[in-house]
């Protein structure tokens, strides 16, 4: 599975951003598709999922009631919705597809995308 996330950039302290993770070589159709972040010098940290198969989420406590999954089954695609974003946000996000059932470890997802880099300004 070869992931493209895109939508990062630039925004002001309580906007919003939509980021993108499209698929190819592979369908989402038996994976859980995540998202992480990594802030310059911290560890890449979690924050949200969501599982093809009847569509369920979830998400860290940081951006519960802030972030949204969704995906387009057509398209093959995942999206993170933020809203009400904090200068805390700002970080380096990847999306990632795999089987794991413990999600809250980067390093037991499977495939990785580039990353898209939001930077949230106060």
């Known amino acids: 599975v070869q992931l493209q996330a895109s939508g990062g950039g630039l925004v002001q302290a309580g906007g919003s951003l939509r980021l993108s993770c499209a698929a190819s070589g592979r369908t989402f159709s038996t994976y859980r598709v995540g998202w992480f972040r990594q802030a310059p010098g911290k560890e890449r940290e979690f924050v949200g999922l969501?599982?093809?198969?009847?569509?369920?989420?979830s998400y860290a406590d940081s951006v519960k009631g802030r972030f949204t999954i969704s995906r387009d089954n057509a398209k093959n695609t995942v999206y993170l919705q933020m809203n009400s974003l904090k200068p805390e946000d700002t970080a380096v996000y990847y999306c990632?597809?795999?089987?794991?059932?413990?999600?809250?470890?980067?390093?037991?997802?499977?495939?990785w995308g580039q990353g898209t880099l939001v930077t949230v300004s106060s």
């Open positions: 990632t597809a795999g089987s794991t059932y413990f999600y809250g470890s980067a390093s037991t997802w499977e495939y």
């Open positions: 969501i599982r093809w198969s009847g569509g369920s989420t």
